[in-house]
């Protein structure tokens, strides 16, 4: 069974950085996409960064320039690295990994708990 465990949230001010990180373990299967999304307090969840296997990247207009995604396939690992932080960032942020089983035409997509990210002013 596939879980994704994610790490690296915490508190921190504005102008600050925080890394996160999320690793699949119990995967063979090929990584079709890997991604970021959070979801603050009364809002719905949003997109924040992108990547996929060609290491093709996109992010959300609100992080651009701040926040870089890499991933590797190998590992079934995906981060996020958080620069300059600020007290809209927060919310609570989740991995996404799409993976297609063997012989599989649909990839399945997985998400992790969820890490919470407080920016302080």
């Known amino acids: 069974q596939v879980q994704l465990v994610e790490s690296g949230g915490g508190l921190v001010q504005a102008g600050g950085s925080l890394r996160l990180s999320c690793v699949a373990s119990g995967s063979a299967f090929r990584v079709v996409a890997m991604a970021w999304y959070r979801q603050a307090p009364g809002k719905q969840r949003e997109l924040v960064a992108g990547?996929?296997?060609?290491?093709?990247?996109n992010y959300a207009d609100s992080v651009k320039g701040r926040f870089t995604i890499s991933g590797d396939n190998a590992k079934d690992t995906v981060h996020l690295q958080m620069n300059s932080l600020k007290p809209e960032d927060t919310a609570v942020y989740y991995c996404n990994i799409d993976l297609l089983r063997p012989r599989s035409a649909v990839a399945d997509s997985y998400w992790g708990q969820g890490t919470q990210v407080t920016v302080s002013s």
């Open positions: 990547v996929t296997p060609g290491g093709r990247t």
